[in-house]
């Protein structure tokens, strides 16, 4: 048979006779013949590979279900998906000077990254699709999907007035954060804008940054240090916002250790809701990147097909669990 039939049939294309097709996919199951994603490429002019730009690793929680959703859509529609991990300014840097010239990509998804105005320029100058995820600003995107880390820190910050807590601290993450990384200052932005609605004096109102000792990668010390400042402040907080629920399950450890009682005493939060918050029941703000992920990748097929979205732009939405580390305030 021809090379064009053979095509029309293993595509399932129109014009082939039915006893044709059933012929070519019997020889192409005993031969176990699947398409050239090369040549397909040279044909079609696609590569049939989205990279997906991600800091610091792919294996914390976050990144790791962000990238399975992208992978769970685009795997199926035939395509490779390569993560490219950002470790520092220079690698960054080395993405973004080759980004414009390559043809080995249909589209990139960028993933935490706050992005300065060369590197938005450079995105919004590519003829690929650009997909933000968890990004502070949709400059340089065709699309994106996020959460609203400010909204979601300004209804923890309420819930602990509500309940009585005349003082509060927020605490960052003990590990260095990158320093491309968005969602690690627009939580603590969302922190001061919320305790300044709620009308907390500045004497009241504590911010822990990240601490030395975890720059040697030694966490435990890094908690401790965080208890020890808590224990110190003169501010004595008594509600307490914790920049993920890794940390906070830590410091909840901690400060127990320490005799402090939580909830009677002290309320506790955490954000993300990953599974570890589930273990410790730790109050926390629930976000889902696995969701995040499919729905970005769904996006981007759409864009790769000339499609015009609908809703270009999403913002997921995030819950408030209560569980068992706060409470009111001397119930």
């Known amino acids: 048979m021809s090379v064009s039939t053979v095509s029309r049939a293993l595509r399932g294309l129109d014009k082939v006779n039915p006893e044709t097709r059933a012929k070519v996919e019997a020889a192409a199951e005993r031969l176990h013949f699947s398409f050239s994603k090369t040549a397909s490429s040279l044909a079609s ?31 199926r529609e ?16 080395r993405f973004f000077h080759t980004l414009p010239g390559t043809q080995n990509i249909d589209a990139v998804f960028i993933v935490s990254f706050v992005l300065d105005v060369a ?3 450079v995105l919004s100058s590519l003829t ?6 968890n990004t502070p600003s949709t400059d340089g995107f065709d699309a994106s999907v996020r959460i609203d880390d400010i909204a979601a820190m300004r209804g923890v910050v309420r819930l602990l007035r509500s309940f009585g807590h005349e003082s509060v601290a927020y605490v960052e993450q003990p590990m260095q954060p990158s320093p491309f990384v968005c969602s690690d200052s627009v939580r603590m932005e969302g922190f001061l804008r919320a305790v300044d609605d709620q009308k907390y004096d500045d ?16 966490e435990a010390a890094a908690v401790s240090d965080i208890a020890a400042q808590l ?27 320490l005799g402090w009682r939580i909830p009677e005493e002290v309320s506790l939060v955490g954000f993300d809701g990953e599974p570890l918050s589930d273990v410790a029941d ?11 992920g499919r729905l970005a990748a769904n996006k981007a097929m759409a864009l790769m097909r000339g499609e015009t979205l609908d809703e270009p732009h999403t ?12 409470a009111r305030l001397g119930r």
């Not at 490219?84 to 840097?93: I, R, S, T």
């Not at 913002?315 to 706060?326: F, H, I, K, Q």
Request: charged residues 20%.
């Open 45 to 75: 002019g696609k590569s049939m590979r989205v990279a997906v730009l991600m800091p610091n690793e792919i294996s914390s929680w976050f990144n790791a279900h962000t990238f399975e959703g992208i992978y769970e859509v685009l795997s």
């Open 78 to 93: 035939g395509y490779d998906v390569v993560p490219y991990v950002m470790w520092g300014d220079a690698d960054l840097e």
């Open 119 to 121: 590197k938005q320029r």
């Open 128 to 133: 690929i699709p650009v997909v933000g995820i």
């Open 203 to 218: 004497g009241h109102v504590l911010v822990i940054p990240s601490v030395e000792q975890a720059t040697m990668g030694n």
């Open 231 to 257: 224990i110190g402040s003169d501010t004595q907080p008594t509600g307490i916002c914790v920049e993920n629920d890794r940390c906070a399950v830590l410091l909840l450890k901690e400060l127990r250790r």
């Open 282 to 292: 730790l109050t926390t703000v629930r976000q889902d990147p696995l969701s995040g």
């Open 315 to 326: 913002v997921m939405p995030t819950s408030l669990l209560m569980r068992a580390t706060t």
